[in-house]
């Protein structure tokens, strides 16, 4: 019969091999598995049972205890990223005009450091079409700050670009046109709720040309997009209107019925996500005007009474 200790090496061995695997405890069966940083050890959280010791610490041999010591102590950089050009490797002069040990320069340091500030940028893209890498790139962030989505959008719709501009498929079309089709691209791939309008509402091309662009570059590129699911919207647009939780869920429930009817073939999601919260909010008692629904779901009025009859029907309501 094994030792604990012998049986733990062992475990700590097969674990090794199945990094991939989930951890789970041998004793009571738990997935709840908790890493002690302080003690270098595996632990699970239910029973207490070490699992694994003398773990590798893989961070940094100094400790800090707030942002600044952390700077301080640092010795990297950021990391890469796909939403610059380069990736973030080139170096940057910074333009406080203070030398390592935070003095002033003087006025003639103050004029070179300009010089080769100036200098520095110009030579971070050595041809056009880095360059216009670059516009394109700062377009995607502009775009994905002005309509407040995360970080990985970014970097999703850096990556698609990228991809697109390697597939040369942005020979004939504008650089504006395909970055802002790549956000869109990316705000569908990563599930963010953000409709056409929206998206065109904040680029620098017309709506035609996002909706052409994206077709385009999503068939070429493979680009497996399910279609917009309504419920998506409707956290958003019930936040909006000041609704509550009863009344998303209401919301929710009538796309559901509606969907399985096949009501949502070939309707757009936002009017429909539209519609069941205007009906939902009838239904619980927070009644919302068509006009104050219309607003913030960016459709008209219109489109707001026929779904919404659709929707009537099909839960049954006369």
């Avoid at 927070?286 to 839960?315: G, L, P, W």
Wanted: glycine share 6%.
């Amino acid at each position: 019969m094994e030792g604990p200790s012998r049986q733990r090496q062992r475990e700590s061995g097969e674990s090794e091999k199945q990094s991939d695997e989930t951890l789970s405890c041998p004793e009571c069966s738990s997935d709840n598995v908790v890493m002690d940083a302080d003690q270098g050890e595996l632990v699970c959280d239910d029973c207490g049972l070490v699992l694994d010791e003398r773990q590798i610490d893989r961070g940094p041999e100094w400790r800090a205890f707030n942002h600044s010591e952390r700077q301080s102590k640092s010795r990297v950089g950021a990391p890469v990223t796909e939403t610059m050009h380069d990736k973030g490797l080139t170096t940057t002069i910074d333009w406080k005009d203070k030398d390592a040990y935070g003095r002033s320069l003087s006025s003639e340091k103050r004029s070179q450091m300009h010089r080769l500030r100036k200098w520095q940028e110009r030579i971070r893209t050595k041809d056009a079409g880095e360059r216009n890498l670059q516009f394109a790139l700062s377009e995607i962030d502009r775009m994905a700050s002005a309509l407040g989505v995360p970080r990985s959008v970014r970097e999703v719709a850096s990556v698609i670009y990228r991809r697109a501009l390697k597939e040369d498929l942005i020979r004939g079309r504008s650089i504006e046109g395909v970055a802002t089709a790549a956000l869109y691209a990316a705000c569908r791939q990563e599930g963010i709720p953000r409709s056409l309008d929206e998206v065109a509402e904040v680029s620098r091309v017309e709506q035609k040309e996002i909706g052409r662009t994206y077709r385009y570059i999503s068939q070429e590129l493979g680009l497996e997009l399910k279609p917009v699911d309504p419920k998506q919207f409707v956290p958003r647009f019930a936040s909006a209107l000041n609704l509550s939780e009863e009344t998303q869920a209401k919301a929710t429930e009538i796309i559901d019925v509606s969907a399985e009817q096949g009501l949502l073939s070939g309707k757009s999601p936002t009017g429909f996500a539209a519609a069941a919260i205007y009906a939902a909010s009838l239904l619980c008692n927070e009644k919302k005007t068509q006009r104050e629904v219309a607003d913030v779901a960016q459709v008209t009025e219109v489109t707001i009474r026929n779904r919404y009859q659709e929707q009537i029907e099909a839960m049954g309501f006369r």
